[in-house]
């Protein structure tokens, strides 16, 4: 093929015949427009006509299956989606189809229509497309592409895909390669004009559309935008580089079957087609088959996937199910090696009420801690210690033990001792030295006793958290269950994942928060506090020792609200409250109880302080 060589694609309104060179043609850019059934496709099919003529090679994108009645004279490739064609194709195929066209020069028709989804044919065309402009850098061979309903990937208005993207490369870059380009379009109006006005060669049918006849009338002149109305069927205005005048052409007919034409009333017979031949239909055929294996062996690492996490999912629930029974196991250990070491209830709630004698003084807050020694609760305390001592195992079997023995201490302890407190209206004169109660939340800690109360450990630990793990803990309790992500957040962390089951860990380590299954945890402070006291508080007392821990954690939206949060009651803040009233002021045995009654007041003589009865106030501890 020489640079000079052209061929014949109609003639003049005089006569004239009207050749194209074949080299521009191959690699320039070229647009042919005109509305539906003026022969826009049959001049494209013309111009393929020629070069298949001549032994050379060309793709065309087929959006309406017009193209394969080439196969009627031509050996040519047709692939696509359906069984219409001789081998259907995805986008694993791009590679195979480019070197099919431009190193073994097989001519081929990439059949876009036949795809139901359009997202698989833009991507097997973009992909195709950047095969070709790739391999065209080294082979540098005389290729042409010509892409029907050019409008659909190159939009004048809206976004442009990567296929479109693609295709303006090869407009823009591809001349330089020898790779060419045809783009065919029903409306020009629709197609960014960038493109038409690069083009080398246009050819303009029939348009009647007033926004088409206006691009016609810019690009060709005003003259012909009422001319390009009035073109007969094959007609057109013929623009190049390569030909300074502007011509009137009668495009040639093609000689092959037109699939494209509109069906008729006449039944027709399709004619026999070219078939490929055998060795090249093998190549692709494996390359379908690689991919059918490829793609079977992808679903069962799918499956067997999917498997694994089911398991490991199940694994975690399993762990998480073992991490609560090890707790559960832990507190009911430490609760059998209390009751085995003698240490019965009575001894842990009335225990401490009856050594505050050794506590005489004034305390850290500027207060007076007055005891007053009685014999006989003495006595009664020594027996009690005396006899579990002896009897280390009885009291697991004894049947009043429990909540009956509980309130025998509690009688006991009111019966046997007065607690007064100063009234305004009454006749003690007592100094203000001698109240008996602690300022703020200091709790007194008794030199002679190793145990500690539940809530002042519970409240210990809650203030060793950093802001954002109590944070965590109010939004457990307001919101659970909610994963420990999702509470990082809302208590004012960020979104790493670590920083938050760090945090969470902080919590279960604690047995502040429980797994609720599906990854979400809840608050268990009322578990737990019920828990540390082996199931022996009421709801009163369970409230009041829920209220004292919970004061340390940051206000939630809903507690702002005054709604009540996790099924616990809100502290009332009002000062008549029974709460509020007792104030640090409760005794441990009155909150476990409930008899607590701070307005009890023993009367006396008001001289100097004497009294009918013994003046006693006792400091006490809260839970």
Known sequence: MTDTERFTVGETDNGSVVTLPTVDILTGRGFITGKS????????SVIAEKLLDRGLTLLIADTDGEYYGLKEEYEILHVGADDECDLQVSVEHAEKLASLALEQGVPIILDVSSFLDERDARELLKEVAKQLFAKEKKQKQPFLMLVEEIHEYIPEGGGMGECGRMLVKVGKRGRKHGLGIVGISQRPADVKKDFITQCDWLLWHRLTWSNDTKVAGRILGSDYRERVEEL???????????????RQVQMERKRTFDAGATPGLDDFERPELKSVSEDLMGELETITENEKQRESRVQELELELRDKEEELKRLRAELEEAKDLSAMAERFSRAMLEHASGRAFRDDITGRQSELHE????????????????????????ATENQTTDDGFEHLQSPDFGAGRMAEAVDGSDDETDETTPDDTGSTDRTETETTKPVGDVEPSFAGTSERSVVTELRETIDAFDPITRGMLAHYRESGPISPLDAHVA??????????????????????VAHAGRGGYRARLRDEIQARHDGRLDEHALDEAVARVTELLPATETERSGEPTDGEPT??????????????????????TGLSDPDATTSGSGDDGDTDGTDETVETEIL
């Not at 059934?37 to 494209?44: D, E, P, V």
């Open 37 to 44: 059934g003026s022969g826009k496709s049959n001049s494209a």
């Open 232 to 246: 007969a069927d094959g007609e057109c205005f013929m623009t190049s580089d390569f030909q300074e005048t502007l």
């Open 359 to 382: 506590h005489d003084g004034p305390d850290d807050s500027g207060g007076t801690v007055v005891t007053t020694g009685d014999d006989e609760r003495r006595k009664r305390r020594t």
């Open 491 to 512: 208590a004012g962390g960020d979104g790493d994942r670590t920083a938050a089951y760090r945090r969470n860990g902080e919590l279960r380590k604690h047995d502040l």
């Open 571 to 592: 502290q009332s803040s009002s000062d008549d409250s029974p709460t509020a009233s007792a104030g640090a002021s409760g005794t441990d045995t009155e909150i476990l």
